[in-house]
């Protein structure tokens, strides 16, 4: 089945950007929406941001509009966020997941395969 893997995680000042990295293996990522999810301490996992199968089309939760970044390159089956004037708040494991599906939205329960998570930490 379609595994996923997260990388780029680290350690960040505020201000600070970082890219995450989605690699997907076992399948093409062609027929499948992508989507960042991220959960902080304490607190349910929240929709970040996703992206169609074709990439024509993007969603942002209100709190990461502006700042971040998807993007995908489906010749090398990856998925990308680029987050930028990270704030301590960002703090949270991110996932990335896929949803065979033609859109894409932020809800969870739409998505059938996760990765492991990579740690984002914002902090001076």
């Known amino acids: 089945q379609l595994q996923l893997v997260e990388f780029g995680g680290g350690l960040v000042q505020p201000g600070g950007s970082l890219r995450l990295s989605c690699a997907a293996s076992?399948?093409?990522?062609?027929?499948?929406?992508i989507g960042w999810f991220r959960q902080a301490p304490g607190k349910e996992r929240e929709g970040a941001s996703c992206?169609?199968?074709?990439?024509?089309?993007?969603n942002y939760s209100d709190s990461v509009k502006g700042r971040f970044t998807i993007s995908r390159d489906n010749a090398k089956n990856m998925v990308y966020l680029q987050m930028n004037n990270l704030k301590p708040e960002d703090t949270a494991v991110y996932y990335c997941?896929?949803?065979?599906?033609?859109?894409?939205?932020?809800?969870?329960?739409?998505?059938?395969?996760w990765g492991q998570g990579t740690q984002v930490t914002v902090s001076s």
């Open positions: 992206i169609s199968s074709s990439g024509g089309i993007t």
């Open positions: 997941a896929a949803d065979i599906s033609v859109g894409c939205d932020l809800d969870e329960n739409e998505y059938d395969y």
């Open positions: 076992r399948f093409t990522l062609d027929y499948f929406a």
